[in-house]
């Protein structure tokens, strides 16, 4: 069972694991928080969900609905939950604090109060966050790095780490906790810097670039990041683990940028300061995905960037 897997990330990983032959249920609230990507959201939902049906289940609901949640889950009887119904981007978080606060942490009690009430649920999978770092002290950071959240966002991804560890001790459920990094990819509607730089490459439009260009990003395509949830949902080695699952290579917006112009070469950047309250980033180290899941990511940045341009200008004429 997908909780919020109708999202960017959900739906690719319902997808993957329909693909393996695994029944998926999936419950979501169908709400996009960026007002002016409401249209591009509906555009998107829809081909996620044609790409899915007939082979899953689709439940409407609200992840802090406690009695519609239980209700899901005693129906259905799900052997692993994975969790994604979270406001999914930092600039949103840090903008809309209390409504963070509300359905990151509300939300992940409620499930935690659904998954005690049964006794059928043998793990528990959520998807963290490479903000829970804060600034990267040393690159590529692995899974020790300390935690030193700096935002909103990175703070309720910390704090939901801490009480899915804490639950799953004291009550013998199973967990694993995935910390992904600059998400990118088709039917991204969330206004993340990947998908402003290709909308605006489409449109003609300058990008603006923050700090010269060289804040620098694990940029990981959605393939990969869907694939990592795959394996630690399904692996026993899994269990009580945390991943990084990242393309885990550290690459520029400059470098971005440049890719883009391959397939935009009239493409005009703009240079403004850098956003201070960001936390500095870098690469990830995956080496513990790799050798205890078997997680091999297959796209470079320049990769998904071309399989991203590929899917926009295909869809181009009715966006």
């Known amino acids: ?43 998107y939902l829809r081909q996620r969900l044609n790409n899915l049906c007939p082979g899953v289940k689709i439940v409407y609901g609200d992840i802090r609905d406690d ?15 994975i969790h994604l119904a979270q406001i999914p981007l930092a600039t949103v978080s840090n903008k809309l604090s209390g409504e963070a606060l509300d359905i990151n942490i509300n939300g992940l009690t409620s499930l935690i109060k659904a998954i005690g009430a049964v006794d059928f649920i ?6 963290s966050s490479s903000f829970v ?3 990267f002290k040393y690159a ?27 639950f799953g001790t004291r009550f013998g ?6 910390r992904p990094s ?59 683990e945390i991943f990084n699952i990242t393309r885990g290579e550290g690459r520029t917006l400059k470098e971005f940028t440049d890719i883009l112009k391959q397939y935009f070469p009239d493409l005009k950047t703009i240079i403004k300061p850098a956003d201070q309250t960001r936390p500095v980033r870098g690469a990830l180290d995956i080496k513990k995905a790799k050798e205890i899941l078997g997680y091999s990511p297959k796209y470079s940045l320049e990769d998904g960037i071309r399989e991203y341009v590929a899917y926009i200008k295909n869809l181009s004429p009715k966006l």
């Not at 459920?173 to 995935?178: A, F, G, H, L, S």
Request: proline share 4%; net charge negative; hydrophobic share 40%.
């Open 182 to 240: 600059a998400v990118y990819g088709p039917t991204d509607a969330n206004l993340r810097v990947s998908q402003i730089f290709v909308d605006s490459a489409f449109n003609g439009k300058e990008l603006v670039i923050e700090g010269g260009g060289e804040a620098t990003l694990d940029f990981t395509y959605i393939d990969d990041i869907a694939q990592g949830f795959v394996l630690a949902a399904l692996s026993p080695q899994a269990k009580n």
């Open 122 to 127: 043998k793990r528990l999978v959520y998807s």
């Open 67 to 81: 009695v519609n949640l239980l209700k899901t889950i005693k129906e259905n009887q799900p052997d692993t939950i």
């Open 1 to 43: 069972m997908i909780i919020g897997g109708a999202g960017f990330i959900g739906s690719r990983l319902a997808k993957k694991l329909i693909d393996l032959g695994q029944e998926v249920v999936i419950y979501d609230k169908f709400y996009n928080f960026i007002e002016s990507e409401k249209d591009k959201y509906v555009f």
């Open 140 to 166: 590529p950071a692995d899974e020790n790095h300390p935690t030193n959240p700096i935002d909103v966002y990175g703070g309720t991804k910390l704090a939901c780490e801490s009480l899915i560890k804490g």
């Open 173 to 178: 459920i199973d967990y694993t906790i995935i």
């Open 133 to 135: 770092y804060g600034h």
